[in-house]
């Protein structure tokens, strides 16, 4: 690999580079680097503020615990580069809940931190051309069901307090929980990630903006057990008080495969609120749901402003799905009276096939869900549908051109007009980002 270049596009370049075995590391998936990449990132991070630096990744099979980023850096894997997760819980230190969530997601108490992890950080840059990140996650899988896990389960990657974050062109595989979490995030670019995890292990998400504004997930092939793209922002009271929406999102050019799960999920902790979310151009193959939103009495926020068109779904239990009774709390201490308001929810341009169930829309008493618009819809039944298509309750809003048609809550208003189900014309700051052709030597 002497003198070998490679050529990446990066949101900035770097003036100062290293290599991992600079630093004694060992690619033999054996010994334990943790110390090295530590070791590494530290001795880099005198140039954040000349330039910038890069950390390679070599061929090999690179064993480590967690290790920190730091800003104005670029972790970038050769394409037969794998960093391996140490699967050793002793290796993977306990830090606080997030405030918005009060306690651990598993279970109360701490959670165990991310195998790769920053905060408060400026500029960073995750890629590769298509190395691989590897969770193994199976131990924290067998355990976490038997309840033999103190602490809720770590991340492959999460970056919290950062502005300009870029994950892209890589192979996430086998996380303990969910794969790439952004929170409290602004200007957030994942693309060209390939996510894989067994279709039979929940809490294995894709990718899970969480209180972030600003944010592109684009031209992602996720196979997972449950949700490929989450959208959250809190849980109950203690996402009410931080109140940091996840805002300005658009996810396009998605393949999702997820049996049990959505394509794309809302919730169910959306307690800081979500709106102006935009999804287009979707595949989604076996999966239970398309695009579903997750909430429940007590969760306050609101989902609202969100736009989907172009879906292609393949094989599904059910094309549209709104839940309001997706009951789980932190504690005992969530306000009964803090009602979601879900409202202005567009569905436009979809064909799907081989379909269970068409909808199940549940609104909730005294909280109807307002403005739901669906359009230009054809839905192919499987051989064994569901006898009821459509189940709907305190829901309200209008289709228009939709097979088989809906329930009278959303009913044709007029068979012979095509209901606007708008989709916004402007782009979001995001979707105008210009990147940099960047190179590294080694």
């Given at each position: 690999m002497v003198n070998e270049k490679s050529m990446y596009s990066a949101i900035n370049c770097r003036a100062h580079s290293a290599v991992l075995t600079d630093f004694g590391a060992v690619g033999d998936g054996k010994t334990l680097n943790t110390k090295a990449f530590q070791a590494a990132i530290a001795n880099l991070s005198?140039?954040?503020?000349?330039?910038?630096?890069?950390?390679?990744?070599?061929?090999?099979?690179?064993?480590?615990?967690?290790?920190?980023?730091?800003?104005?850096?670029?972790?970038?894997?050769?394409?037969?580069?794998?960093?391996?997760?140490?699967?050793?819980?002793?290796?993977?230190?306990?830090?606080?809940?997030?405030?918005?969530?009060?306690?651990?997601?598993?279970s109360p108490g701490g959670r165990y931190i991310s195998l790769i992890f920053g905060t408060n950080l400026t500029d960073v840059v995750i890629t590769g051309d298509n190395g691989t990140i590897d969770g193994q996650g199976a131990p924290w899988w067998d355990k976490f069901p038997k309840g033999e896990l103190k602490f809720t389960r770590p991340y492959l990657i999460e970056i919290l307090f950062s502005n300009n974050v870029q994950i892209s062109?890589?192979?996430?595989?086998?996380?303990?929980?969910?794969?790439?979490?952004?929170?409290?995030c602004s200007n957030?670019?994942?693309?060209?990630?390939?996510?894989?995890?067994?279709?039979?292990?929940?809490?294995?998400?894709?990718?899970?903006?969480?209180?972030?504004?600003?944010?592109?997930?684009?031209?992602?092939?996720?196979?997972?057990?449950?949700?490929?793209?989450?959208?959250?922002?809190?849980?109950?009271?203690?996402?009410?008080?931080?109140?940091?929406?996840?805002?300005?999102?658009?996810?396009?050019?998605?393949?999702?495969?997820?049996?049990?799960?959505?394509?794309?999920a809302l919730g169910s902790e959306m307690s800081g609120g979500i709106e102006d979310v935009r999804v287009e151009d979707v595949v989604a193959i076996d999966s239970q749901s398309g695009v579903r939103i997750k909430t429940g009495v007590g969760r306050g926020g609101y989902v609202k402003d969100i736009f989907v068109r172009r879906m292609i779904m393949k094989t599904m239990k059910f094309v549209f799905w709104i839940t309001g009774n997706y009951g789980s709390h932190p504690d005992n201490n969530f306000d009964p009276k803090a009602l979601p308001v879900i409202k202005n929810i567009n569905y436009r341009d979809m064909v799907a096939e081989n379909v269970t169930m068409a909808a199940q829309f549940q609104g909730i008493e005294g909280d109807v869900f307002t403005g739901i618009c669906i359009s230009n819809v054809t839905i192919g039944l499987s051989d064994d549908p569901k006898k009821i298509?459509?189940?709907?309750?305190?829901?309200?809003?209008?289709?228009?051109?939709?097979?088989?048609?809906?329930?009278?809550?959303?009913?044709?208003?007029?068979?012979?007009?095509?209901?606007?189900?708008?989709?916004?014309?402007?782009?979001?700051?995001?979707?105008?980002?210009?990147?940099?052709s960047c190179s590294l030597q080694y």
């Open positions: 005198k140039f954040s503020s000349s330039g910038g630096s890069q950390l390679f990744i070599p061929p090999g099979k690179w064993l480590t615990g967690s290790f920190n980023l730091t800003s104005h850096f670029t972790l970038f894997l050769h394409r037969d580069a794998t960093i391996l997760a140490v699967q050793d819980e002793k290796e993977w230190p306990v830090i606080k809940p997030l405030p918005s969530y009060g306690r651990g997601r598993d062109n890589l192979v996430l595989t086998n996380s303990p929980s969910w794969h790439v979490h952004p929170v409290y957030v670019l994942v693309t060209g990630l390939t996510i894989l995890a067994p279709v039979t292990v929940p809490n294995t998400d894709g990718v899970n903006p969480d209180s972030c504004t600003n944010t592109l997930i684009q031209d992602c092939y996720i196979v997972s057990g449950d949700d490929c793209i989450a959208i959250k922002s809190g849980w109950d009271q203690y996402g009410i008080k931080v109140g940091m929406p996840t805002k300005q999102l658009v996810v396009r050019r998605l393949t999702c495969i997820s049996p049990d799960s959505a394509v794309i298509q459509w189940n709907c309750t305190d829901v309200a809003g209008t289709t228009s051109k939709v097979t088989p048609p809906a329930c009278k809550q959303l009913s044709d208003k007029n068979p012979n007009k095509l209901a606007s189900c708008k989709f916004p014309e402007n782009k979001l700051p995001i979707e105008s980002i210009k990147l940099q």
